[in-house]
């Protein structure tokens, strides 16, 4: 709350005695009192003033040089004012003012604290001569009872928070508006408001100034009463304007004092109507004539939100900046200049300034980062004004705020959590007040607030090692705090020692002493050969309170020296513990980096060794026949048959020179004639699938089969302890497999020596499977469909409510295990057809199985049986041929038999059996389906009925056959 001390204290901005200006300031505050206790200001707002005004007295005592910017400001805000009102009393050609006239003007700004001198020199003009001021007489229409000044006070405080000029203006009602509406729209904007559970500020404030005036709603005469009390308000600077005009002998007040004297009025509050009847009236008292623009009154226009008269060209008014012209926000329509509320939809267009002031509010909190806030306020501003262009842009910049804000919150974020809260804090302005922004805000002030008293107990400590150690602790709580980095500086940061490492496995164990402090921490890193010579000389690996850590991300073959430093903070130590020998992980070669080609009497070993620079050890039986560098060796002069055991050690030098083993790799191999390969013939039909191939010569043959693709060409060698992939168990050369599955299945012969293989050519089979478990359930607004993943991956679900098309959703099992769809029926549905089938992608293409259907009736479906004929032959004699022709209004649930009797319609539907049948598949909905048959009549002449009925029985209460029955 901004205050002026001479506004407070009723002093003229020319006084300098500082002790007269704290009494004046002390007065008010007394005053204030008596106010709360007449009820005129609550307590609140009581409490609130005196604890500006006792810091404004404060300010003072300690700064007397705000009285003259206070001076400057309240001169300032009231030269406005002052101008106005005395404007049309100055001789525009000499700029002088008469004593009379002069002092109208001082009569009216003395309760301002305002001397002549002050008036003076604010006008910028001198006194002419002496007069007599004429006193008021009244004036009629002024006259009678008012309203309650408390009240009246009351209303005029909420008016001004809201930027009303009168309860009419606030309403969007013009002042002739009869009683009955005038009531109406009180009483239903106060329900509106005491519905609400919450208000904003100023909802707040609309809602008590609805409270006030209930009472003008429900006594005419209150309200007559308030509005002699609006004239009396609004009318009395003009009437001692006037006053001062005859004073100083004026005789005529031409078109331009006239628009003054009215603008006057109507920014006090007053209608246009009746502000024009009372200046008339009082100039007529008084003996001026007078030039009110009635001959020109369509050179000018009142604004409807401010009162000021404007030339009725000016697109927006010279007082409050709004439009002159306003198109409804809402519907559009151009409304007349002074309407306050749209004729067509009834928006309050007389509202639309208060979007300005929420709009204001809006543009302060995003100065202030309070996104939150900004946000509703330009609801609210957008209720009052919808799709302004200034309130859509602050919106775009509220959204374009909320995201760096959130990018700073998350920047805050991760400052905090690395303990940098000296820069966390230097970000605070820029995040905005909500719940989580405060949080960081607390955590910071909080974390630099134990520094602060940190850093005093260390300066004044005077042991040395407490003071090292407290600067370690303030590093621990804020590591960016540059006081005591600077200090550890000086202090040096001690180092661990004692660095010990232990290889077991792949797991190098890392053991060190650590400091006597607990606020240190270790850094650990890593070196390929060499010693690292700083925390920055080599990969950092960790960092850890421990004295211990284990690194599993080492690669074999390669030498790895360590080091451990401390750290406080962002402070590392200069020096640290550091390995002197390097650590060297030595892997085993797998079993599929062998690859062995076997002959009679010799076995062809290929190695891929992950290491370059490593040697592999060859042993037979116990005894080293190869240390090999490259990659490839042949052991030959071995027996036919017999086994032999081999094993690889890896063997590794370091970067110092000495020599590392692996514990070594074991297989057995055993030297044969060649296996040769075979390949896989494959027959297949519907259910399932025969595969054929020929005997081995040498070895065995085995079936594997696999989802996926095998690796292997044709007369790739295998080592079978290494191979992965399900065998079929068979015997013989022949295997039946069933299409139990939905996809593609890969089948591989391998012709086995040993422990050796050879890959032959494989085969792949294509299986479509039927979906199983489909279920269809049905309420009044939706289907459920339900099936089983067995051997299928991937379901459509398609279906078809009688309107021609079909409706397709595609699932997976890895996206929809609970395998159920639901889909809601259309209103005028009359039947849904459901098909459910497994769907396979091979080479590119997309396959369906068969499909699983079901349909449901949702009401009857209604079939018309058109005609049968039968069909003539030469000579235009009957045959034995019959057409039939059917048309549906819906897709049928299930089939329809055709029967034929001889002489009686046929009525046995237990053992009959169909002459003809008609599949559901054939009947389109729209179209008539026409198709022949056979039948043969026992007797000649007889009388042939034809009736068509549902194939499945359990169904006919679903079709409704018309007719059901013909006859030939």
Known sequence: MELNIFKEAKLSPSETDKKKIIDGLNKRIKNLVGQRNQKIISKEECDEMQSYLKALIDEIESNPGIIAKHAKQYLDSFRKEIMDFASILIDGETKEITQEALDAVVKKFKSKGFTDKDLLDILGVKVRTKGTVVEDDGDEDQDGPTLDATLMKNINTSLEKLKYRNVYHFLGLKESVDQKTFADTIMARFDVSARKTTHTDMETVAHHLLQKILELAKDPDARKRYDTSLSQQGFNDVKEQIAALAVAKFGFVDGKRYKALLESCLKNGLGESRARKLINKELKRVGISFDDGSGSASTTVVCRFCGTICDNKSKM??????PIEVECPSCGKRSSHDDLRCTHCGFAIGDMPQAMTYLSFAETAIRQHDMETAES???????????????????????????????????????????????AMAMASTIGNGSVETQLKNEAKAAIAQVEKLLETAKNSSDGAARLDTYLKILTVCADCKEAQTQLDLLHLPAPSALAADLKGDIVSLKWQKCSSPYISYVVIRKENGMPSSPTDGQQLAETNDGTYADSKTESGKSYFYAVFSKCGDKLSKTGAVMNEPVVKVADLSPSQISVTTDETSLEFSIKSTVSTATIEISRDGKVVKTLTGSSFVDSGLKSGQTYQYRFVVVVKDSIGREHRSGGLTLQFTPMPKAKPVDITISDDDKSAVLSWSSASVGVVSIYYSDTPFKY???????????????????????????????????LPVTIVGNMGVAGGGVSLLSISKVGGVEVVRDEREVEVKWKWEGNDTVRVSYNVGDGKDYNKDFTRATCASATYKFSLPQNAKSVEVKVMSVVKCNGQVMYGAAVVNTISLQASKVMFESITNVKRLFMFSSNTYEISLSTDSVLPCDLHVLVSEGCPPIDLVHYRPAHVVSKSMLKVGTTYSDTFEYVPRQKGKKLYFRVI????????????VPELRNI
């Open 950 to 961: 549902a194939a499945d029985r359990n169904k006919a209460k679903q079709v409704t056959i």
């Open 713 to 747: 060409n044709k007369n790739d060698n295998i080592i079978m302890d290494t191979f992965k992939a399900s065998k079929l168990n068979v015997s013989g050369t022949t295997c039946t497999v069933n299409k139990d599955f939905s996809g593609v299945r890969y089948y």
């Open 317 to 322: 008014c010279s007082g409050c900046g709004m």
């Open 377 to 423: 306020n330009l609801k609210i501003a957008a209720g009052f004004w919808p799709n302004n262009a200034q309130i859509r842009k602050l919106n775009d910049q509220v959204v374009a705020e909320r995201d760096k804000q959130k990018g700073n919150v998350d920047q805050m974020r991760n400052l905090c959590s690395a303990h940098k809260y000296y820069a």
